[in-house]
Nanobody, 125 residues
């Protein structure tokens, strides 16, 4: 089992950058596929990015963030990160990290087994 806690959210202006972190506690962080999702007000939670287990050599991004966001993992520190550049007002949402012990990378909520509480990101225009 793994516990997840996100941090790094905040209020920024359009065009600025923000870095999110997800600290994992528990065992065997490297054996989990990890992902970031987000939920904007009045909308369903959506996939943002995923990174494969072990060395994280495989990553994937939603079309809406490709080229602007970068996902990475540090297994030695049990940490997942999301670097967000060129932020847009439509990136405003609560961001969640998630862990899967069944899938190296998943793009659907049901593929993940553990979730953090979320961190708010607000981008003003």
């Amino acid at each position: 089992q793994v516990q997840l806690r996100e941090s790094g959210g905040g209020l920024v202006q359009a065009g600025e950058s923000l870095s999110l972190s997800c600290a994992a506690s528990g065992s065997s962080f490297s054996t989990y596929g990890m992902g970031w999702f987000r939920q904007a007000p009045g909308k369903e939670r959506e996939y943002v990015a995923g990174i494969g287990w072990r060395d994280g050599s495989v990553s994937d991004y939603a079309h809406s963030v490709k080229g602007r966001f970068s996902i990475s993992r540090d297994n030695a520190k049990n940490t997942l990160s999301l670097q967000m550049n060129a932020l847009k007002p439509e990136d405003t949402a609560i961001y969640y990290c998630a862990a899967s012990h069944r899938f190296a990378i998943g793009i659907r909520e049901g593929q993940y087994d553990y979730w953090g509480q979320g961190t708010q990101v607000t981008v003003s225009s």
